[in-house]
């Protein structure tokens, strides 16, 4: 058995049910093994909770990167990172849900802090490198802060997303990308 199994699993059953209603036995039934096997990877089980958060954070950046190292405007590079933060059902929703167990663990528990922020400084800073390179290359206005609109935007995703995880009336997958892409019109272009 291999760790990234045991750390898909369990990151699978935080994004499903709940940081702290995975159990160590859980996971092992997944990959087909015994909690001695998971054990043996990971002493216990906040050691295999707070790497599987860190695992499935990892993982969706690397899957996000690859998309986007291939389109070279800015202004469609944004629009297809927006696209892919949209909450839909399947794998972007449970990496959604898996960000907000880590947010919330993270507000209780200091360990974890310089993880998240680290984590959360990649995400405002890969919005910050494309909103610069779209001003460099004459996309976007010049007279705005790239560091300012990147936290506003990050900020807004974050918080729609939140809105649309937990079904908030009025506020779905569709408007939420209404919402975004608004944005980066009045802030970025208009």
């Known amino acids: 058995m291999r760790k990234a199994a045991i750390l898909d ?17 859980d996971i092992a039934k997944i990959v087909g093994s015994s909690t001695g096997a998971v054990h043996y990877y ?4 906040s050691d295999v909770l707070r790497l599987a958060l860190n695992h499935a954070i990892t993982r969706a950046f690397a899957r996000q990167s690859a998309e986007l190292k291939n389109i070279r405007s800015a202004r469609e590079r ?17 990496e959604w849900s898996v ?22 400084a990649r995400w405002r800073e890969t919005v910050e490198r ?15 802060d790239p560091t300012l609109v990147a936290m506003q935007l990050t900020a807004m995703t974050d918080g729609a997303a939140i809105q649309v995880l937990t079904g908030s009336p009025g506020l779905n997958v569709t408007a939420m990308r209404e919402v975004l892409i608004a944005f980066v019109q009045s802030a970025l272009i208009a």
Request: charged letters at 30%.
């Open 78 to 94: 944004l629009l297809k990172l927006i696209d892919m933060q949209l909450p839909r059902i399947g794998q972007v929703r449970d």
């Open 99 to 120: 960000w907000v167990q880590f947010w919330a663990e993270a507000a209780v528990r200091p360990e974890l802090r310089a993880e998240h922020n680290e984590f959360y």
């Open 130 to 144: 494309i909103i610069e390179r779209g001003q460099r290359d004459g996309e976007f206005r010049t007279d705005i």
């Open 42 to 45: 990971f002493p216990g089980k």
């Open 9 to 25: 699993a369990a990151a699978q059953l935080i994004a499903e049910r709940g940081y702290h209603a995975v159990r160590i036995a």
